[in-house]
């Protein structure tokens, strides 16, 4: 099975809101990540988890919260977030962190309001 | 100067004919290179990867990478319709980059019949 799943696909929240997106992988990956890609902008790294643990955060403001509760899992927490941080958001993940091939998840489009 | 470079388009090829695609990146430890193409709406779909100085083939997609040049290419043969998309071309340092990638622009191409 090589594939990441996301959920929700879509997601329309308010500024006060509290919400979670989810990424699942079943290829053994130990490496998974976060991006952000605003519309006709390629991809922004945000968060590097190796081994579960967090390796690079691209310096992302906290109302964005990553969390690994296993290999298989990742989450990003949103709370408190504007209007410009409506985007797609990308889960990927990789063998291990390092030069290797990074497979993206579809995607939740994120629309703040 | 950008980290990495893609040919502006968009790029309109006829069907049947050979796209190519062209990138530069500014550094030199570069260590893994690949090509991603995004249709509208969508993620990124990983369709090559090159980690050494030559060519690589797969189908109808080729890889060329030129460590010295800092220059990675994607020649699309026999294009056709459903090729097009915007393709990203990707690059990661490694080292303590912890499997960082960092995007290209993209390049629009669209393959007329």
């Known amino acids: 099975d090589t594939e990441v799943t996301q959920t929700p696909k879509h997601l329309v929240m308010g500024m006060t809101n509290k919400k979670s997106l989810k990424c699942e992988q079943h290829m053994g990956h130990r490496a998974m990540y976060w991006y952000k890609q605003k519309a006709k902008k390629p991809p922004e790294l945000m968060f590097v988890y190796s081994y579960e643990k967090l390796s690079i955060n691209e310096s992302v403001p906290s109302r964005f919260s990553p969390e690994c509760p296993n290999s298989s899992l990742l989450n990003l927490h949103l709370h408190a977030l504007q209007p410009e941080d409506s985007a797609l958001y990308l889960c990927?993940?990789?063998?291990?962190?390092?030069?290797?091939?990074?497979?993206f998840g579809p995607g939740t489009r994120l629309t703040v309001l | 100067q950008k980290e990495v470079e893609q040919n502006s388009g968009p790029l309109s090829v006829p069907e049947g004919a050979i796209a190519s695609l062209n990138c530069t990146y500014s550094?030199?430890?570069?260590?893994?290179f690949f090509w991603y193409r995004q249709y509208s709406g969508k993620s990124p779909e990983l369709i090559m990867s090159?980690?050494?100085?030559g060519d690589k083939e797969d189908g109808r997609f080729t890889a060329q990478l030129n460590k010295a040049s800092q220059y990675v290419s994607l020649l699309i043969r026999d294009s056709q319709p459903s090729d097009s998309a915007t393709y990203l071309c990707?690059?990661?340092?490694?080292?303590?980059?912890?499997?960082?990638?960092?995007f290209g622009q993209g390049t629009i191409l669209t393959v007329h019949p």
């Open positions: 990927a993940s990789s063998p291990v962190a390092g030069i290797y091939e990074q497979f």
């Open positions: 550094d030199r430890v570069s260590q893994s």
């Open positions: 090159i980690y050494s100085n």
């Open positions: 990707a690059v990661n340092r490694g080292g303590t980059s912890y499997g960082k990638l960092t």
